[in-house]
């Protein structure tokens, strides 16, 4: 009986054992399905979070394009809008001038003085338009050469002038402050 005893002792132990063994694995493995659950949830939060993120960075950017989008259509048409008006601007003070040239054409009874005095007049009244709208002309015989303002058409040989000096003027050139509307055409003596 003792060593029925002994056995059955034994075998308790051995159950005893594996039940010690097993605990602690079953105790992780509880453990481990308790905490999966929440490490995913955590994940699954961090993961939506991010995403959301993601959205609201995407949904900015596509209101950030359109904004400017809409801007440059904006200014182009507002560059439009000015263009025309600028346009408009200097027509409307050369249609005086035009009338006067109307005028003139329409009046058959003039004689060729009355003629000369009606363009004279007119003639001032365009150039004071011109002045007044910020248009200098340029070019004058003696006038040293300049390539960026005069274009020069002929070459001569004057002993008279200087070198590289205006010698005729062909056309006047015109400029609008620093931009020239149109070079000089001019003669340069060599």
């Not at 400017?68 to 200097?90: H, L, M, P, S, W």
């Not at 338009?129 to 040989?157: I, Q, R, T, W």
Request: net charge negative; proline share 2%; charged share 40%.
């Amino acid at each position: 009986m003792a060593k029925k005893e002994k056995q059955q002792e034994e075998k308790e132990e051995k159950k005893m054992e594996m039940n010690e063994a097993e605990t602690p694995e079953a105790e992780e493995t509880e453990k481990e399905k308790k905490e999966a659950p929440d490490e995913k949830s955590e994940e699954q939060t961090k993961l939506e979070k991010l995403r959301k993120e993601l959205d609201a960075a995407k949904e900015a950017h596509i209101r950030t394009l359109a904004e400017y989008d809409n801007f440059r259509k904006r200014t182009q048409k507002e560059k439009e809008a000015i263009f025309g008006d600028c346009k408009a601007k200097v027509l409307t003070e050369i249609l005086s001038v035009l009338d006067n040239f109307e005028r003139a054409a329409m009046n058959d009874s003039a004689d060729f003085e009355a003629y000369k005095k009606g363009v004279e007049m007119t003639f001032q009244s365009f150039s004071a338009l011109l002045s007044k709208l910020g248009v200098e002309p340029f070019g004058e015989v003696g006038d040293k050469f300049d390539p960026n303002l005069y274009n020069a058409v002929m070459h001569c040989e004057d002993e008279s002038l200087e070198e590289n000096v205006v010698a005729d003027v062909f056309s006047k050139g015109y400029k609008l402050g620093d931009r020239v509307l149109r070079h000089a055409m001019v003669k340069v003596a060599n």
